[in-house]
């Protein structure tokens, strides 16, 4: 009898250590449970708060980038418009200080018009004294008279005006010499001459420091045959003084 009141009494107390470890774990799931829904809740709402602070920093910060942008504009406006009118002032100062203006065209023609009868004969008159005198001094340079260097053009005008003075120079000198020798002088100064007459016309369609080169080259042929027509009239160029 003792033996199974013994037994039964162990049974009894593995129940109830069972139970108690069963509502020990039940609290602890319990305690478990209760405590992340708290936690939980509190992070739901912190996140809420916390979106909720950076909506309103988001919202202030696209007012203040509103306003920026808004006096920003302003700015520029005002910048374009002092630009603008800048320009238009600058565009109207110049067209004031514009020498062909159309109303100074109109009254330019209009003046030139009535003094166009006065003005150009003069101008004309002043065109041909002017290059009357290039053409007197350029024929002074070369030793011929202005008429003869008239007839002549193209850059060794000059020259040829030369060659035809020598000719004529020549052809006096013929009538002089009567002996065959002194014609065959003169033939031999015509040769010269014709030759030189050749030479100024290629010397005219070379490049610019040829063709100076080739004048040069000419004039000083063309200096060699007037001292030798002197030196047969008997005046000796380098003796004089």
Do not use: W
Not at 117 to 134: D, G, H, L
């Amino acid at each position: 009898m003792g033996l199974f009141s013994s037994m039964g009494s162990k049974r009894t107390q593995r129940k109830a250590d069972a139970k108690i470890r069963k509502a020990e774990e039940k609290m602890i799931r319990t305690r478990a449970k209760v405590q992340a829904e708290a936690e939980s809740h509190e992070s739901r709402k912190q996140a809420k708060r916390q979106l909720k602070d950076e909506h309103k920093y988001a919202k202030r910060a696209h007012k203040q980038d509103r306003k920026t942008i808004k006096t920003s504009g302003k700015v520029q406006q005002k910048t374009a418009a002092a630009e603008a009118k800048a320009i238009a002032e600058q565009a109207k100062a110049d067209a004031a200080a514009a020498f062909f203006t159309p109303a100074k065209m109109k009254r330019y023609l209009a003046v030139g018009r009535m003094v166009a009868p006065i003005v150009v004969p003069i101008a004309y008159r002043a065109a041909v004294s002017a290059r009357s005198q290039v053409t007197a001094v350029q024929a002074h340079r070369a030793g011929v008279a202005p008429a003869l260097l008239t007839q002549y053009g193209g850059p060794s005008a000059t020259l040829r005006a030369r060659i035809a003075a020598c000719q004529e120079t020549a052809g006096q000198v013929a009538e002089l010499e009567t002996t065959p020798e002194g014609q065959e002088f003169v033939a031999a100064m015509n040769a010269r001459l014709n030759n030189l007459k050749v030479a100024a016309d290629a010397a005219d369609t070379m490049p610019p420091q040829q063709r100076k080169n080739a004048q040069r080259a000419i004039d000083n042929e063309l200096t060699a045959i007037d001292n030798d027509l002197l030196a047969r009239l008997n005046v000796n160029p380098t003796a004089v003084r």
